[in-house]
């Protein structure tokens, strides 16, 4: 499978009105990235307020076509992350969290085909995941992220996958986009073409502890706490609480041994954080990480600039992002 998506048709050109309305990132990124970006096709499985700041920035930057997954009723906790949810009752009352804010994306770029996909993301099959190029999940547990993320790889065409959560001040990113080829820029020199292979997110996730580097950021390890909680007590994500801290704490000290790591080095104090989350977002998090994976996006696309191999973790309480990628890469 080849790197970028786009559905294959980079040589159909662009109208005289999508020109004009995309002078500006034309100049910015290139006519034919901005040709495939406008034949890409993405799937957004899980609407919140990380994922609606994500879909605002490719349907601003012109994407073939949007679609929205997410059945549950809007309830009043989703406005206060989710600015495309008007706060009044009579909106949004009754309706699907993707059917209100796909009225809402359509008035961003009326160029952009927005429509809602009715389903459970747990059960959609390889017919379906063929229709998109890239597939966006969010709020999903383990076991839907490695279940859709599967079936992705195993699709004739190349679907990259992208999981992303906010817990509150803290969010994750996971990356995978198979064997992707893209330009890399070299200061005074031409672009080169480079080539990265990532791991699945259960190849990824299997990693021994012990194996990672020792300036793996704490909140990678947090995270796989809170998931394997969260997947052995049947929760759906977020529904936690700092009720819950006595054994998520049994469960840390237990995976730690199990893989050789201190549990100096998964806090405390973040586990409580992030409990105490439950399904919070915090609306400047969300417009950092749908920044981040808007802009990911479309280098995936367009084959331009690296990408995140293959997680980006981002915690508020210190302003700080890094990127991890496991299993690390080895060194040529």
């Known amino acids: 499978m080849g790197g970028g998506g786009g559905g294959g048709a980079e040589e159909e050109e662009l109208t005289a009105q999508e020109t ?37 920035n490719i349907v601003l930057a012109g994407v073939g076509s949007l679609s929205l997954m997410d059945d549950h009723i809007v309830t009043e906790d989703d406005l206060n992350s989710n600015f495309l949810i008007p706060h009044d009752e009579s909106v949004y009352g009754g309706k699907s969290r993707a059917e209100v804010c796909c009225e809402s994306l359509k008035d961003f770029n009326p160029m952009v085909r927005v429509a809602v996909a009715k389903g459970d993301p747990s059960l959609i099959d390889g017919t379906f995941i063929d229709r998109f190029d890239i597939i966006v999940l969010s709020r999903a547990s383990l076991k839907t992220k490695l279940f859709i993320n599967d079936n992705c790889r195993k699709r004739s065409k190349h679907i990259a996958f992208y999981s992303v959560d906010c817990k509150d001040s803290c969010g994750e990113i996971f990356v995978d ?90 806090p405390t104090s973040l586990l409580e954080r992030l409990l105490a989350a439950g399904k919070k977002e915090h609306p400047p998090v969300c417009a950092i990480l749908g920044g981040i994976l808007g802009q990911e996006v479309i280098k995936s696309i367009s084959c331009k600039g690296d990408p995140i191999k ?8 210190d302003g700080k992002g890094a990127m991890e990628d496991i299993p690390p890469t080895p060194e040529d």
């Not at 995309?22 to 096709?41: E, N, P």
């Not at 292979?197 to 990693?207: G, H, N, R, T």
């Not at 293959?310 to 309480?317: I, K, V």
């Open 20 to 56: 004009a309305l995309y002078d500006r990132q034309i100049r910015v990124w290139g006519v034919d990235a901005q040709k495939r970006l406008s034949k890409a096709h993405v799937l957004v499985c899980g609407v919140n307020g990380t994922t609606i700041e994500f879909c605002k």
């Open 177 to 266: 986009l198979q064997n992707h080829s893209y330009l890399q820029k070299k200061p005074g020199g031409e672009p080169e073409q480079q080539e990265l292979k990532y791991p699945s997110l259960q190849e990824a996730i299997s990693v021994p502890w012990k194996d990672l580097s020792k300036k793996t950021t704490k909140l990678y390890y947090a995270m796989r706490v809170l998931e394997s909680y969260e997947s052995s007590e049947g929760r759906d994500p977020g529904e936690t609480s700092l009720s819950d801290l006595p054994a998520v704490l049994a469960l840390r000290k237990d995976m730690c041994d199990r893989m050789s790591l201190d549990e100096s080095r998964i």
């Open 310 to 317: 293959n997680f980006f973790y981002y915690d508020a309480a």
